[in-house]
């Protein structure tokens, strides 16, 4: 279960798309006809995502249904995936001995075999005709090119081979891909619960707050969010303007606390008068 109001990371895409739905529909819809005339489609969407908890928590049994709905299948995909993936496979057993050598080993088999077969073939066939033009020919000229010919037979054959293994290997992998396309199937019970979630979430959540937000009179044009706070549904961001005054006359301020220093000469005489 998620807390009220709040979405899980997966499913904010789906609220951004629902919202940006109704803001391109709002021409059809009487209570938005006021669009663009103090808030455009952008301002709107603005306070939308700001408000979006606001907004989610007018849905939130839906929802909490859709996710438990959702959490339930994957929990019993992942329980059939595991069970199968314990299960033995009649074909692994044979090519595979639990250590993943098997497989390996053919796969090197079918990829070099081929190659290193007609890399023989051509160095035996060159050696063969070479010799065949020397003059007197050696006896053994005719046995270099009978074994090259062989390697060629055997090239084929072990292409033949790699494309045999291409195809089971395809039919395989087809065969796999269909079973997991079955279990990926959205059943219909996800799929009415995802459905009653977005009804819920347009009809009581975003259209609501649109209409609020176009019929509310302090929303001025150029302001993204009404500078009245606590407007209805309208959320507050909590700030107001700086209250600036200008400063009154001087008679209407105290006067500084200070004054000038008391300055007095100082008491001396002549050099003939005792200071004391």
């Not at 009487?30 to 455009?40: A, D």
């Amino acid at each position: 279960m998620t807390s009220a109001g709040h979405l899980l990371n997966e499913d904010r895409p789906e609220f951004d798309r629902l919202l940006d739905e109704a803001l391109r529909t709002a021409h059809e819809r009487p209570e938005l006809s006021t669009l663009g005339e103090r808030l455009n489609a952008e301002q709107l969407r603005t306070m939308a995502l700001n408000a979006t908890v606001l907004l989610t928590t007018a849905a939130s049994a839906e929802y909490d249904h859709y996710v438990k709905v959702r959490g339930d299948l994957r929990e019993a995909a992942a329980a059939a995936a595991s069970a199968a993936s314990s299960s033995t496979d009649p074909a692994g057993d044979v090519l595979d001995d639990g250590s993943g050598t098997g497989a390996g080993l053919s796969a090197v088999v079918a990829v070099l075999a081929p190659v290193l077969a007609l890399t023989a073939m051509v160095i035996f066939l060159l050696v063969g005709y070479a010799l065949k033009l020397v003059d007197p020919e050696p006896a053994f000229a005719e046995t270099i090119l009978t074994t090259g010919w062989l390697f060629g037979a055997l090239t084929v054959a072990a292409l033949l081979f790699a494309v045999v293994a291409l195809l089971v290997t395809a039919v395989r992998n087809r065969a796999t891909e269909v079973a997991a396309d079955v279990a990926e199937a959205v059943p219909d019970e996800v799929q009415r619960a995802r459905e009653a979630w977005r009804h819920a979430l347009l009809e009581r959540g975003i259209m609501p707050f649109l209409r609020d937000a176009l019929a509310d009179p302090t929303a001025g044009h150029g302001y993204p969010v009404p500078r009245t706070p606590g407007a209805g549904r309208i959320p507050d961001l909590g700030y107001t303007r700086p209250d600036f005054t200008s400063p009154g006359p001087p008679s209407q301020g105290p006067r500084p606390g200070y004054s000038s220093p008391d300055f007095t000469s100082p008491d001396f005489g002549g050099p003939e008068r005792d200071p004391g």
